[in-house]
C-alpha cells in the first residue's frame, strides 16, 4: 500500500508498521502511548515517556542513518520543522520509509497525529487523541493578555507567527504580541533584543524549560517591567499527549 504523507511524498507500507523509529520527542511519546511494541528507536532528546527503552540515534538534527538503517524499521517518523530535508532524504536513498509531518496549528497537529497513527500505523484512534480533539474543539476563552515566548538567550530568541505555538496559545486566550500583523510570517522564531520582550505593552512573559531551560535563578531576573511565569515547553510545544495537559494551561497565572 502506497500512501502519501503530510508533504505529500510517496509511502510504500504494504503491512502494518511493526518496527518504527521516531526522530521527534513529540512523535515518540505519542507512539509510545498509542502502539509502545512497535517502537524500537529514538532520538537523544526523547525524554517520555521516563525510562524509555529503545535503541538511540542520536539527535533530530544530526540522526545516526547507519544506527537508523541497522535497526530495519519498517517506518522512520520525522517532522518538517524539526529535522532536515537532508536526512530524509538520505534515508530515503537507503530504502527507509519516512512519513513526514507537518505541522503549524492546533487543528494541523490533531489531523497530522490521526493520519499518522490511523493510516501509516494502522492502528486504532487512542483515547489521549479522542480527548485532545474534545478539549481543543471548544470555544475559546476570554481574552486573557498579551504574552511574549523566548525561546532562547544571548542571543534572545522568541517564538512568532505560523507557530504550533502561537496558534495554541491564541486557543488559551492570550495574544502573542511577536506574531502580529507586523510580522515576518516566514520568520517563526526571529531573534530579538531583550526591550523587545520586556516593554510596558506586554502583560506576561513565559519563559519555557526547552529548548533553552529557563529556570528561577535563570531568565526572571533579567525582565524589569513585565512578569514572567515559568512553564512546561512540553506543554506549548509538543503535539501528541501533551496536548491534554495543556488544555490545563488555560488556568495558569
Known sequence: MTLRDDLGAPVDLPTPPRRVVSLVPS???????TCPDVLVGATDWCTHPAGLDVTRVRGTKNPDLPTIADLSPDLVVANKEENRELDVRRLRERGVQVWVTDIEDVPSALASMRRLVVEALRQP??????RADDLWGGDPPAPRGRVAVPIWRDPWMAVGPRTYTTDLLTRLGWTNVLAGPDADPDDRYPRVELTDLDRPDIDLVLLPDEPYEFTADDGPEAFER???????GRLLTWYGPAMVEAHALRDAR
Open 125 to 130: 484512534v487512542p483515547t489521549w487523541l479522542d
Open 27 to 33: 512523535l515518540t511519546e505519542a507512539l509510545a502511548a
Open 226 to 232: 513585565v512578569p514572567t511565569l515559568l512553564v512546561s
